[in-house]
């Protein structure tokens, strides 16, 4: 009976140091499917950006981006636009490209970021950067990384294959007259 009586704490113990381990490890689990959810959320409001810049809805921006964005196009450019200015950039390409559609090729979220890599396909049928219209297709490759703080982009940088675009409508890449 001693015997057991002994057992009793070091039993007691063992249950003790279980359950102390059980509660860091549901706190962690926690933490885990907070950050899992939080991806979840930035992932379909990318989703729905692309989804409605496809309908032609370029006031999308106004909705999913904060007041206070900062939009650098391209990623390395020092001057970020605005969520205004933003908005008249993607203004700019559906009229210049009415039936823009931009396909999702990746897609994946890491903490407060989402990275993309999508596909854009469109006609040129309007006034596009000073080029007229040439009613050649385009397809592109873009990749954007979009920064999220409460549930709205307040950073984005993108790249566009803007050079392939280009000659996709029909410009050239000449080298400078050397000078003489």
Not at 2 to 9: E, G, H, N, T, W
Not at 66 to 74: E, L, Q
Not at 149 to 160: A, M, N
Request: with cysteine.
């Amino acid at each position: 009976m001693k015997k057991y009586l002994c057992a009793v704490p070091l039993v007691l113990l063992l249950c003790l140091s279980f359950a102390c381990q059980d509660k860091a490890a549901m706190a962690e689990l926690e933490k885990f499917r907070a950050q899992t959810k939080l991806e979840e959320q930035n992932l379909a409001l990318v989703k729905r950006l692309v989804e409605e810049e496809n309908k032609g809805n370029a006031e999308i921006v106004k909705e999913l981006y904060a007041p206070n964005v900062k939009s650098y196009y391209p990623s390395g450019s020092t001057a970020p636009l605005s969520q205004n200015d933003a908005v008249e950039l993607t203004k700019s390409y559906l009229d210049a490209f009415p039936d823009l559609n931009q396909t999702i090729e990746e897609l994946v979220a890491s903490g407060n970021k989402v990275t993309a890599r999508i596909n854009a396909k469109g006609t040129h049928k309007g006034d596009f950067q000073g080029i007229p219209a040439t009613g050649s297709q385009m397809s592109v490759s873009v990749i954007i990384i979009w920064h999220f703080q409460d549930g709205k982009i307040v950073e984005e940088r993108e790249e566009l294959d803007s050079l392939g675009m280009m000659m996709q409508l029909g410009m050239e890449l000449r080298p400078k007259e050397a000078k003489k």
